[in-house]
């Protein structure tokens, strides 16, 4: 593993701010100074010093969590607004949030300091299937459906085809509730999608990512997963 990234992942500080420990002579591998980038280091049996502190890799962790709105996906904000990290205990190191969701957005989210993990579950080309219910403003017909299942153009160009069905109604209200399942996860795009079919969104949760469903969490709990089923998230990703 690259020096740089190993500072990065036990949790010190970001991949670009490492490599200016590096160069201002602050690490050390093995008892001597590394002033040069590319260094490779096996965080198994090399001794790494960052300004006088060993540091090692934390114990890999992976989290379900249920967003509240109102909380930033992060884990600091420096307008000091309410983050992810307020939920969790400062002992785990390295933690991160995988993806984004909005403030306004409550719902499903994994927490990780698994850096491959993350990196597998945004990328695109693994195609991982999430769900969300979202409330909007009207009642959207079979056509309004069958575009969103088709797919259509927002910002950025046309969305992949989706899943769209209508769960319920009221007509009082003059409002409904639809079930989006998307393979991508473009900014803000099942508010985009909605609005394009003329159906503003009042209330948006993600309910499920891959076989991983909210079920059973409150507001602003976590769970942390077991060995099996983060083996089976990260064969779900490719990952051995």
């Known amino acids: 593993m690259r020096l740089h990234r190993f500072i990065a992942q036990c949790g010190v500080t970001s991949r670009r701010k490492a490599e200016d420990l590096i160069r201002g002579g602050l690490v050390s591998v093995n008892g001597a100074t590394v002033t040069e980038m590319g260094i490779e280091v096996d965080p198994a049996f090399d001794t790494v010093i960052v300004e006088g502190k060993a540091i090692s890799l934390p114990h890999l962790s ?11 996906t992060t884990m600091s904000d420096p ?18 949030p995988v993806g984004r969701l909005d403030m306004d957005t409550e719902g499903l989210l994994f927490v990780t300091n698994d850096g491959a993990l993350a990196a597998r579950l945004t990328h695109p080309k693994h195609e991982v299937e999430k769900e969300y219910i979202a409330t909007v403003r009207g009642l959207p017909d079979e056509r309004d459906l069958s575009r969103l299942r088709k797919g259509l153009w927002i910002e950025g160009g046309k969305t992949a085809p989706a ?23 473009r ?7 909605l609005a394009g079919v003329g159906h503003d969104v009042i209330r948006l949760q993600r309910t499920r990512i891959g076989p991983y469903r909210l079920k059973g969490l409150a507001q602003g709990q976590m769970r942390k997963l077991g060995m099996s089923e983060v083996t089976a998230l990260r064969k779900l990703v490719g990952l051995g």
Not at 63 to 70: M, W
Not at 163 to 185: F, M, P, Y
């Open 62 to 72: 992976t989290f379900l969590f249920n967003k509240p709105r109102g909380v930033v």
């Open 79 to 96: 307008r000091g607004r309410r983050t992810v990290a307020e939920f969790f205990p400062s002992s785990i190191k390295g933690l991160k």
């Open 163 to 185: 899943e769209a069905e209508l769960v319920s109604t009221d007509e009082k209200k003059g409002t409904a509730s639809v079930r989006l399942v998307l393979h991508e996860g």
């Open 187 to 193: 900014k803000h795009q099942v508010r985009l999608m």
